[in-house]
C-alpha cells in the first residue's frame, strides 16, 4: 500500500508560479514512476508529468512542457512539480499519483495505481 500527500495549491494570477508537493509512505519499492494529472470542471483527468524514481527519466504533456518541471527528492520520498508561466487553462485539481514499473511515458489514468486526493491550483487572469 502507498499512500500520497499533494500540498502547495492555491490561488495565483496569470504569469505566475507554484510548487506543488507530493510526499509518498507506505511500503517501498525499487521501480515505479510518479506522475502528476490534473482535472478542471467537467473535463476528463489529463496526463501532466511523470518521473522514474530510479532513473529520473521524465516525461511531460506539450500543453505544459517548457513551463513545467517534474523533480523528486528520494531522501524525502516526495516528488515536486514547479510550475512556471501559469495560466487561467491550467485551473484545476493537481493529483500526484503511482504506477509499478519504469515507464513514463504512460499516460492514462487506468495504469495508475495509487492517487493522492488532490490539491487545488487556481491562475486567475
Known amino acids: 500500500q502507498v499512500q500520497l500527500v499533494e500540498s502547495g495549491g492555491g490561488l495565483v494570477q496569470a504569469g505566475g508560479s507554484l510548487r506543488l508537493s507530493c510526499a509518498a509512505s507506505?511500503?517501498?519499492?525499487?521501480?515505479?514512476?510518479m506522475g502528476w494529472f490534473r482535472q478542471a470542471p467537467g473535463k476528463e483527468r489529463e496526463f501532466v508529468a511523470a518521473?522514474?524514481?530510479?532513473?529520473?527519466?521524465?516525461y511531460y504533456a506539450d500543453s505544459v512542457k517548457g513551463r513545467f518541471t517534474i523533480s523528486r527528492d528520494n531522501t524525502k520520498n516526495t516528488v515536486y512539480l514547479q510550475m512556471n508561466s501559469l495560466k487561467p487553462e491550467d485551473t484545476a485539481v493537481y493529483y500526484c499519483?503511482?504506477?509499478?514499473?519504469?515507464?513514463?511515458?504512460?499516460?492514462?489514468?487506468?495504469?495508475?495505481?495509487?492517487w493522492g486526493h488532490g490539491t487545488q491550483v487556481t491562475v486567475s487572469s
Open positions: 518521473i522514474s524514481w530510479s532513473s529520473g527519466s521524465t
Open positions: 499519483a503511482f504506477r509499478f514499473g519504469m515507464v513514463v511515458t504512460t499516460t492514462l489514468p487506468v495504469e495508475y495505481s495509487y
Open positions: 507506505g511500503r517501498t519499492f525499487t521501480s515505479y514512476v
